[in-house]
């Protein structure tokens, strides 16, 4: 049995740029880099910064261009974006 996906969530700064993407060639981008960082959380390099909360991981898709920063939950069954960048 494939490993179990991690549920993708949005914080509110995401969703605002979730809602500011028109182009169908940058949603289809967008959903595939989610995806990838579904099936492998860890597949982001750390963002050195703060170290009190959840660690930030940036992932970039240079084939699709798209940036996404985003952190793992404790269990590791929620991965929520923090910033879209396409």
Do not use: C, W
């Amino acid at each position: 049995m494939p490993p179990r996906r991690a549920r993708i969530a949005f914080s509110d700064s995401a969703t605002k740029q979730l809602e500011n993407l028109t182009s169908e060639a940058d949603i289809h981008a967008l959903d595939r880099t989610l995806v990838v960082i579904s099936v492998d959380p860890d597949i982001g390099e750390p963002i050195p910064g703060e170290t009190t909360g959840p660690q930030l991981l940036q992932y970039a898709d240079e084939v699709e261009r798209v940036r996404v920063l985003y952190f793992v939950t404790a269990l590791r069954t929620v991965v929520v974006v923090a910033y879209i960048e396409v």
